[in-house]
Nanobody, 115 residues
Framework: QVQLVESGGGLVQAGGSLRLSCATS????????MGWYRQAPGKQRECVAR???????YHADSVKGRFTISRDNAKNTFYLQMNSLKPEDTAVYYC?????????WGQGTQVTVSS
């Protein structure tokens, strides 16, 4: 069982930055893939960024060049750095961890970008 605890959401003006954190309950080295998803009101949940154990990273076209997924192995934590935020980035953001064929989810954190 893997527990994920998110932090870092909030309200920010357009053009601003936020960094989301996802602390894992176990060693980050046990995670096969980690990622960030978001869900805006009335929309489907979408993958924003993903980092696989093999070093492959993915960022959605809508956030490429603005958002970056990263990790701190010593802290068993991974991050989503969000720059140049836009009102359309407003959503609940979830971190995920894929471990041994199971997918675990954080509780979600609200990000609101005002225009």
């Amino acid at each position: 069982q893997v527990q994920l605890v998110e932090s870092g959401g909030g309200l920010v003006q357009a053009g601003g930055s936020l960094r989301l954190s996802c602390a894992t309950s176990g060693s980050i080295f046990n995670i096969d893939a980690m990622g960030w998803y978001r869900q805006a009101p009335g929309k489907q949940r979408e993958c924003v960024a993903r980092d696989n154990k093999g070093g492959f990273t993915y960022h959605a076209d809508s956030v490429k060049g603005r958002f970056t997924i990263s990790r701190d192995n010593a802290k068993n934590t991974f991050y989503l750095q969000m720059n140049s935020l836009k009102p359309e980035d407003t959503a609940v953001y979830y971190c995920t961890a894929h471990v041994n064929y199971s997918e675990y989810w954080g509780q979600g954190t609200q990000v609101t970008v005002s225009s």
